[in-house]
């Protein structure tokens, strides 16, 4: 007796495989992936796989610095191996992305420290599981005069302040923090450039 038919359609497997891969990104629901596919389905071959040679090229080439932690394609990065910046002001970020948008402003010429997140002990994060150490390892060297904070101003990012500014004023250099002028409970990727520039400009000591 032969084998019932299948009933209903299914797309091909490379093709759902593809829609589930774009499905898993966050915010992407499954109508989103299935658009996102047939785009790639419709674009030319070229353009396919220049899309596909990118995130090749994201997961083999890009790493942390070895001295700032920022996102890089060497090492190290080029904003900690160009000499004409002020290697002695440190400004500690969260995120890779809190660095980028503060360096569009142009106001800021010294160096920066990620520290790959902040401080949260209700999920488990603490100074073990951020780059806090390496931090003040370069704070120790002796070249460092003063260290931003520029940390988001969220409960989180001030409790990570508190604790990074009583560990470095054990060393004797000075610590400030971004200006007021970012608003309370933000994120300084969603802010303004002037916004940026004001705060850098207008820092406090801690």
């Not at 420290?113 to 002796?142: A, K, N």
């Not at 988001?152 to 990074?164: H, K, Q, R, S, W």
Request: glycine share 12%.
């Amino acid at each position: 007796m032969a084998a019932a038919p299948k009933r209903g359609f299914a797309y091909p497997e490379p093709v759902d495989r593809l829609i589930e891969a774009f499905a898993r990104l966050p915010g992407i629901g499954r109508r989103s992936a299935e658009r996102m596919a047939f785009h790639v389905l419709k674009s030319e071959k070229a353009e396919a796989l220049a899309l596909a040679r990118a995130l090749t090229d994201v997961k083999e080439k890009v790493r942390h610095c070895g001295l700032c932690f920022n996102l890089t394609d060497s090492d190290p990065c080029p904003i900690c191996a160009d000499s004409r910046r002020d290697h002695g002001v440190i400004l500690v970020v969260e995120q890779p992305k809190d660095l980028i948008a503060l360096e569009q402003t142009g106001q800021y010429a010294g160096v920066y420290h990620v520290l790959m997140g902040r401080l949260s002990p209700l999920d488990g994060v603490g100074p073990e599981s951020l780059t806090i150490d390496l931090l003040l390892e370069r704070v120790r060297g002796g070249q460092v005069r003063e260290v931003i904070l520029g940390l988001n101003p969220t409960v989180e990012g001030d409790g990570t302040a508190l604790y990074l500014a009583d560990q470095l004023g054990a060393g004797g250099v000075r610590v400030t923090r971004l200006a007021r002028g970012l608003p309370a409970g933000g994120n300084l990727e969603y802010a303004s450039k002037a916004v940026l520039g004001d705060a850098i400009l207008g820092r406090q000591a801690v």
